[in-house]
Antibody, heavy 119, light 108 residues
Framework: EVQLLESGGGLVQPGGSLRLSCAASGFTLSTYAMSWVRQAPGKGLEWVAGISGTGATTNFGDSVKGRFTISKDDSKNTLFLQMNSLRAEDTAVYYC????????????WGQGILVTVSS | EIVLTQSPGTLSLSPGERATLSCRASQRLTSSYLAWYQQKPGQAPSLLIYVSSYRATGVPDRFSGSGSGTDFTLTISRLEPEDFAVYYCQQYGSSPYTFGQGTKLEIK
């Protein structure tokens, strides 16, 4: 059974940093592209970042480019999102999602983790 | 960046009725890489439709998708009580991937 479990969220001050983790089980991380998607309270979905199965290619949404990095540790089957220079507008539930095969997009999602940026 | 505009913002219907949700892209989508997701309160989104018209595994056949180019539609043929939720379209052919702002389907 495919499962994605996020951790590392919490309260952080503006300008601070936080690293989110997404532990994957039921499949091999190195064979799938992965993404982070966020949802501000009461708002819609926003794609944040993506990484290819090999890890060679990463992409970012314009609102986080230069501040966030995405990486993974295939030996631990874990995806990461390093968030620096955090702003109040980064407050959201962050989901990790698996990019499926054969043009199937986000077929599995984690339950989400809340990040609150506030002083 | 491709902007997706969903309409209507809110759709009020009764169980058994037909729902038609629209998603318009600001530019033509590559190979119709357009997906639809359903999100219920407090839950992660769930994939319904991909490549405009293919149902994801386990999705009931009352859900169907259509469209190409810049105009796409999600149709729910006969609404069940569990279908009342928020629906998002997403384009995934061009980075950055983008989502529409959502359509809330509520019980009339």
């Amino acid at each position: 059974e495919v499962q994605l479990l996020e951790s590392g969220g919490g309260l952080v001050q503006p300008g601070g940093s936080l690293r989110l983790s997404c532990a994957a089980s039921g499949f091999t991380l190195s064979t799938y592209a992965m993404s982070w998607v966020r949802q501000a309270p009461g708002k819609g979905l926003e794609w944040v970042a993506g990484i290819s199965g090999t890890g060679a290619t990463t992409n970012f949404g314009d609102s986080v480019k230069g501040r966030f990095t995405i990486s993974k540790d295939d030996s631990k089957n874990t995806l990461f999102l390093q968030m620096n220079s955090l702003r109040a507008e980064d407050t959201a539930v962050y989901y990790c999602a698996r990019d499926g095969y054969n043009f199937v997009p986000f077929d599995y999602w984690g339950q989400g983790i809340l990040v609150t940026v506030s002083s | 960046e491709i902007v997706l505009t969903q309409s209507p913002g809110t759709l009020s219907l009764s169980p058994g009725e037909r729902a038609t949700l629209s998603c318009r892209a600001s530019q033509r989508l590559t190979s119709s890489y357009l997906a639809w997701y359903q999100q219920k309160p407090g839950q992660a989104p769930s994939l319904l439709i991909y490549v405009s018209s293919y149902r994801a595994t386990g999705v009931p056949d009352r859900f169907s998708g259509s469209g190409s180019g810049t105009d796409f539609t999600l149709t729910i043929s006969r609404l069940e009580p569990e279908d009342f939720a928020v629906y998002y379209c997403q384009q995934y052919g061009s980075s950055p991937y983008t989502f529409g702002q959502g359509t809330k389907l509520e019980i009339k």
